[in-house]
């Protein structure tokens, strides 16, 4: 495709997002969406000829004039030969310089894009090198985690405590990069130099500490798997260090934790729950996916984020979410929320990725889930149940939980709690246990370390499962109606449809006569059964997310 009918089909995509059909369920937000949200949400031509195998990113990051200054070297292999590449650094950063073997390139600002003119022809097949100097104050985050950029705090000891988050509004926040979520290095080396009363922690492994003259040091962090953008961090400060080794289902994991200095005693009894949490995970999951990089918990200036293989933690050594649990069960006040809901993440994720962030219930549906399923771990599945239907009070259905594809455009934050219930429904519906922690299981493992579409996840449950979960999943990820079982009983018979659905509804569901259970398929139309006695009373299985109506009132 070239540019011009790239672009032409990007824009027939926004009109038809405007649409009012789609726009009933998607007022409050944002509608409308600028060419600058098109070139950071879709895959451009730009983008799509070069395919990333390295990153090395290499910076100085100064706390006393909050400044970063360094190089980000881009290894790709060219698919396509083109002659202008997209390169995503948003300001007030600014790309220095661009070279290639030696030669200087030209660019072109357009907003948060560098359009970089390459002068060496790019042959398919071939792999290439870009040096992509830059530097400057880049944004600090005034809501982080929410709102992506650096965060320059100060211990109780008045040293630097600095870090990065920047999931949605993305990685060019702080680094030059293709930022986009379909395409990750295979490996990325990351080199932080700080000043040498600091460390910094990154992704992956160690591999060097080199000191220099000038006071300062340089942390030398090497990621051995594919990894997202939003994934790579600095965290920055005079950190204490432990460890320990958690025997898991691949063998020896390293744990890594890195505290201020004043938290080391809290930490130490706090991230007890770490192995716990990879044990609950590995059980219903799979292998911690990225046993190579190790696990790391890093203390960090905001409340937490999944930064693979170094998950942020800044819950307060407490349990719940920041002391509150959230599903008020009271089963939430069991565990640290950080640690497990931003450690499951590891799963769903960084091992299974989303491609566009409409899709971001691959990421937080699960994890909300991942949350009940840590509390029937150790507190067996009633608590776990309890928990799930606590979270529904959190559930707004505002607008759909899936988001607006190609622009860089999240869907509700129903995509926490109404997702975990969703999931929760259809284990219900898949009613075998075993069966649903092998498509769990299978999902981490059928799609480790891969960028997907939300549609191969609802396809591969389908499949798995045996049962045609598509009309569920329009119920709950496009739409914002909760479907109603709709019903009444008349001497031994039991009438009942689905009402208020997507078309086609059909979602098996349990329901109890007189305390006995019954597992009916209904549809849209009515339909009748027979019931072993007069006046039966009806109760639907509460863990199913639905509501129900007794027609007659009865
Ligand atoms: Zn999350």
Redesign the pocket.
């Known amino acids: 495709m070239n540019r011009k009918s790239f672009y032409f089909i990007i824009l027939i995509t926004l009109l038809l997002n405007l649409l009012p059909a789609r726009a009933q369920y998607l007022a409050p937000a944002q509608t409308k969406f600028t060419l600058q949200d098109t070139l950071r949400g879709s895959i451009t031509p730009e983008r799509a000829w070069w395919d990333l195998i390295f990153y090395h990113l290499d910076i100085s990051v100064k706390p006393s004039d909050s400044t970063i200054y360094g190089t980000n070297t881009v290894t790709y292999r060219v698919i396509i030969s083109s002659d202008i590449m997209q390169i995503d650094l948003q300001p007030p950063l600014e790309i220095i310089k661009a070279e290639q073997n030696g030669k200087s390139l030209s660019f072109k600002r357009e907003g948060n894009v560098y359009w970089i003119r390459m002068v060496e022809n790019q042959k398919p097949g071939e792999i290439y090198s870009l040096i992509l100097n830059y530097g400057g104050r880049p944004k600090i985050s005034r809501r982080p985690p929410w709102e992506g950029g650096i965060t320059w705090k100060k211990d109780k000891n008045n040293l630097p405590f600095v870090a990065s988050s920047c999931q949605g509004d993305g990685a060019s926040l702080w680094w030059p990069c293709k930022d986009h979520m379909y395409d990750e290095p295979d490996s990325m080396l990351i080199s932080v130099n700080v000043p040498s009363n600091l460390m910094d922690v990154s992704n992956g492994r160690l591999r060097s500490v080199v000191k220099h003259k000038n006071n300062t040091t340089t942390y030398n962090w090497f990621v051995a798997n594919p990894i997202n953008n939003y994934g790579v961090n600095i965290n920055i400060a005079d950190y204490a260090h432990f460890s320990e080794v958690f025997n898991g289902e691949k063998g020896k994991l390293d744990c890594d934790y890195y505290v201020l200095k004043e938290n080391l005693e809290k930490a130490k009894i706090q991230f007890r729950q770490a192995p716990m949490m990879l044990s609950a995970f590995e059980y219903w999951f799979g292998p911690y996916p990225f046993y190579e990089d190790g696990y790391k918990l890093v203390e960090a200036p905001y409340l937490g984020m999944?930064h693979q293989s170094s998950i942020t933690y800044g819950n307060g050594f407490r349990n719940g979410y920041m002391g509150t649990d959230l599903s008020g069960s009271g089963w939430g006040d069991k565990f640290d929320f950080i640690i497990v809901?931003?450690s499951g993440?590891e799963w769903f994720a960084n091992n299974i990725t989303y491609e566009d962030i409409a899709d971001m219930w691959i990421?937080?549906s699960f994890?909300n889930y991942s949350e009940n399923l840590y509390v029937e771990y150790y507190y067996g599945k009633d608590a776990g149940s309890e928990y799930v239907l606590g979270s529904r009070m959190n559930i707004k259905n505002d607008r759909p939980v899936t988001g607006i594809y190609n622009v860089n455009f999240s869907g509700s934050g129903d995509m926490y709690y109404k997702g975990g219930s969703m999931l929760h429904t259809i284990r219900q519906i898949v009613d075998d246990d075993e069966k649903w922690r092998t498509i769990l299981r299978g999902l981490n493992k059928d799609f480790y370390h891969q960028v997907v579409k939300g549609s191969q996840i609802e396809e591969y449950m389908s499949s798995k499962a045996g049962i045609n979960l598509k009309p569920v999943f329009d119920q709950y990820l496009r739409d914002i109606r909760i479907p109603v079982f709709e019903y009444y009983v008349k001497g031994n018979k039991l009438t009942f449809r689905w009402n208020n659905c997507v078309q086609g509804f059909n979602m098996p569901l349990r329901i109890y006569i007189s305390g006995i259970r019954k597992d009916i398929v209904p549809t849209t139309r009515f339909s009748t059964i027979d019931l072993e006695t007069d006046n039966a009373v009806i109760t639907v299985d509460p863990n199913y997310y639905v509501g129900y109506l007794n027609m007659t009132g009865k």
């Open positions: 999944e809901h931003e993440h990421h937080e994890i």
